[in-house]
DNA sequence: CGAAAAATGTTTTATATCATAACATTATAG
DNA sequence: CTATAATGTTATGATATAAAACATTTTTCG
């Protein structure tokens, strides 16, 4: 049998797991999870999406979704609004307190991010490690 | 805000689910899940080593790490023996049929990694991965 | 030696994550 | 206009993970 320490999945999951300790461990402050962080990341860079459209970009159900927005809005940083094309629909945007809040993450994921990268051993790395990661993620490279 | 695209942990978080989604289906046949496999995989390379050793070894905690095993070891895949050197303990071996069974485990992981190898772009590429990943994991890199 | 502390495996419990089914409301197709 | 599909939601179950408490055994050390 091969050893654990050369087995592609083994390797993925346990520095995915150490990363997200280093993240959590970093957001305890904003008390932010991965998948708020996501949500809010996406919510700012591209106001007005559907909440399926957002979910299925995350590749999170989107029964599942529901609690999680729930949380966020119920925090004052992001808000529902009924979409006058889709009465079905609500679409995603950040309150004002959401803005102020989205700065705030950006500076304390910046400091997560650089952490990362210094273990790396610099951004030239970082991209490397981007790329192998899209060509196993291939080909929806989102 | 960055793009999620850049994202380190999130971009490795994808990756793992993706290769974690291969390797169950490839497992589908031999009903075999990526934590029972990991423990087969010790067990079969360094026999006689103790329950908590194990779950350690992996970051399981040995409370969740004792259904995990009565479940390889009603499938007669390995066994706990007491250890006389320590009665508390349990040192962990494959029978005769987890000899077997990791046989076929092994080519069916073969099968495996190897579409991910080449959805890598080769085993150079592959090595690549796993130095990138053991760097963020540092420094217990086993 | 003998009592206190620690290690090992186990059970129980709580929490978080994830998937599925069913439903009401609204939009779209034919 | 009716049948079908999409959207958000609720409810439920399965799985993963963490923590606390316990019995048994070993180790520490006064």
Do not use: C
């Not at 966020?72 to 992001?78: Q, T």
């Amino acid at each position: 049998m091969p050893a654990m320490s050369t087995i592609i999945g083994y390797k993925l999951r346990r520095a995915q797991l150490h990363v997200f300790q280093d993240f959590i461990g970093t957001f305890s402050k904003l008390k932010l999870r991965p998948a708020e962080f996501s949500v809010l990341t996406i919510i700012a860079n591209t106001p007005g999406l559907k909440q399926s459209e957002i979910a299925e970009m995350l590749g999170i159900k989107r029964a599942n979704f529901v609690a999680l927005m729930d949380g966020i809005e119920k925090r004052g940083l992001a808000e529902r609004r009924k979409a006058d094309t889709d009465r079905r629909s609500h679409s995603l945007h950040l309150t004002p307190e959401g803005e102020k809040f989205v700065r705030k993450m950006a500076a304390v994921w910046a400091e997560h991010e650089t952490r990362l990268i210094e273990r790396l051993g610099g951004a030239r790395e970082r991209d490397r490690l981007i790329e192998l990661l899209d060509r196993l993620i291939e080909p929806a490279g989102q």
